[in-house]
């Protein structure tokens, strides 16, 4: 019996995920509908060209949303948001754009109908990530280990 041999390349480097496109997209639709600058919320892929790029046309990355004057165009990175963030968004009258994974989205969804319901969650993840940061802000209390 002949055995035959396949090869198997893998691209390198590889495309995003359709959450992060999604979010790209919506940043570079900003920048053409509003004009520079946008303000994002947390580096909106964690890639440095795609950075980059997207600070050479208009984009501002921000942690701190007391860096963004009022009135501003701020975005919600695909890795989402706590409420808080929403909460403080609001209050220094910004204009959210939320790029927000859908898939991240359904998490935080999910988090929030199983606390309704009085389950515990457990979360397992990086901590200070923006994606555990988002999903915790969900109104999960979380026990430093």
Known sequence: MDKKIISISLANPRGFCAGVDRAIEIVEQALAKYGSPIYVRNEVVHNKFVIEALKKK??????????????SYLIYSAHGVS????????NLKLKSIDATCPLVTKVHKEVNHYLKNNYEIIMIGHKGHPEVEGTLGQDLTSKKM
């Open 58 to 71: 208009g984009a501002i990355f921000v942690n701190d949303l007391k860096s963004v004057p009022e009135n």
């Open 83 to 90: 409420k808080k963030v929403k909460s403080d968004s609001d």
